[in-house]
T-cell receptor, first 111, second 115 residues
Framework: DAKTTQPTSMDCAEGRAANLPCNHS???????VYWYRQIHSQGPQYIIH???NNETNEMASLIITEDRKSSTLILPHATLRDTAVYYC????????????FGKGNQVVVIP | KAGVTQTPRYLIKTRGQQVTLSCSPI?????VSWYQQTPGQGLQFLFE???????NKGNFPGRFSGRQFSNSRSEMNVSTLELGDSALYLC??????????????FGNGTRLTVT
């Protein structure tokens, strides 16, 4: 079962930063937070992951609260191509690839 | 580097038939996982193979099976197809030694329709 809670859907304005929240209040010390997204008719795409420090890559930034019970994925300048279902999942350190995706957050970027 | 390749892209079968789906992982990746995606259940883990051995299995009936070859290519088979097996079947590869630092790379899936 998924160990995260996300909004079912949200809209974002094109060109603005999109902040996608995720709650993982039962996360354990050896679990990472991973984000994937799935654009219509494609397979999920890895975005970013983190343990407790904030992380940034060319796609997004990940902000994890100090207590690790929640996180926020930030898309700095949302484009129409960022419209997708975004999945926040927790993954055990040295764990296997049996991932529990949950329902995700349908993000629509509006012109 | 070529991504994960799944064939065929679309498939239509009749109830009772069997089907084989194929997945070619990214070169050098030794782990291949399979997922089923339906509108009602979302993404559900089927099984994972690493070095030709099944390393993990999800909660699916025995009609769902898979295998991995020495070149890491994988196939999954569904026998005695049921209408409820209609879904997008996704394959994902990773280098293999656990999930941390080696995120899954997904193919675009095989869309199976059972009539």
């Amino acid at each position: 079962d998924a160990k995260t809670t996300q909004p079912t859907s949200m809209d974002c304005a094109e060109g603005r930063a999109a902040n996608l929240p995720c709650n993982h209040s039962t996360i354990s010390g050896n679990e990472y937070v991973y984000w994937y997204r799935q654009i219509h008719s494609q397979g999920p795409q890895y975005i970013i992951h983190g343990l407790k420090n904030n992380e940034t890559n060319e796609m997004a930034s990940l902000i994890i609260t100090e207590d690790r019970k929640s996180s926020t994925l930030i898309l700095p300048h949302a484009t129409l191509r960022d419209t997708a279902v975004y999945y926040c999942i927790v993954v055990e350190y040295y764990g296997n690839n049996r991932l529990a995706f949950g329902k995700g957050n349908q993000v629509v970027v509006i012109p | 580097k070529a991504g994960v390749t799944q064939t065929p892209r679309y498939l239509i079968k009749t109830r009772g038939q069997q089907v084989t789906l194929s997945c070619s992982p990214i070169s050098g990746h030794r782990s291949v996982s399979w997922y089923q995606q339906t509108p009602g259940q979302g993404l559900q883990f089927l099984f994972e193979y690493f070095s030709e051995t099944q390393r993990n299995k999800g909660n699916f009936p025995g009609r769902f099976s898979g295998r991995q070859f020495s070149n890491s290519r994988s196939e999954m088979n569904v026998s005695t197809l049921e209408l409820g097996d209609s879904a997008l079947y996704l394959c994902a590869s990773s280098p293999g030694q656990g999930a941390v630092g080696s995120p899954l790379h997904f193919g675009n899936g095989t869309r199976l329709t059972v009539t």
